[in-house]
């Protein structure tokens, strides 16, 4: 008989993208401490602020049980690289974890699955946890490829340090990305095996331990179907998360 795996902490991150000022950031921040505090949730709870609020957070969720990441990190730890912020300067502001290829950063700043993979390492150096994203386009998902994009996705955007201790892999279709539409619970069901199908084919078969994340129009009300969906270990929040408390409820969901 096969040993069985143990079950996988669900992973609840929220992503703030570029919103968030010093007065508001803090404001929902400390909101969602104060929630932390008082209630109860089944998982590892992460916040992805901008990069100029890092500091501000790390003292308002230092002792709770919230955990602060960054949204993008570069591929070197220092250098010439006007406008971008390596894997160690997040970790120096008190981050765990990373958010690399998002949808968004894959669009407008051309980032391949090299160069996300490239990310991925520098997180992993710098002790980070990465939040690894992949998703099909609608045009994709049309066309019949959308399992072919994302289990190429995987295999191309993870380097060879990769184990399901420093990666999770959060799998976003960008059609569903702020969008107010989501998958049918089967075809995340479906994407999710991809994914992991893809990790075991690249790193032959230690996929039972990965976290992989569902994100794309995550709210309150549809987070209990989405986390109950068979191999979805947490939800990654872009839009619902600049709440505390749709955040906050999200995070309940999680049983
Ligand atoms: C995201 O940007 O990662 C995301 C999931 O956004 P939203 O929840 O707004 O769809």
Known sequence: ?????????????????????????????????????????????????????????????????????GQDCHVSAEGAHTGDVSAAMLADAGCAYVIVGHSERRASH???????AGKSAAAHAAGLTAIVCVGESAAERDAGRALAVIGRQVEDSLPAGATPGNTAIAYEPVWAIGSGRTPGP????????????GWERQFSGSGAALRVLYGGSVTARNAGDILDAPGVDGVLVGGASLSADAFWQICQACR
């Not at 508001?24 to 602020?49: K, N, Q």
């Open 1 to 69: 008989m096969q040993p069985e795996s143990p079950p996988r902490r669900p992973l609840l991150v929220a992503n703030w993208k570029m919103n968030g000022l010093h007065g508001d950031g803090l404001a929902r921040a400390s909101a969602l401490a104060h929630h932390a505090a008082s209630g109860d949730c089944a998982g590892d709870i992460v916040v992805c602020p901008p990069a100029t609020l890092l500091f501000a957070l790390r003292a308002v969720f230092a002792g709770t049980r919230i955990a602060l990441g």
């Open 110 to 116: 051309g980032e391949s699955n090299a160069w996300v």
């Open 186 to 197: 089967a075809d995340i069901e479906a994407a999710h095996a991809e994914v992991r199908s």
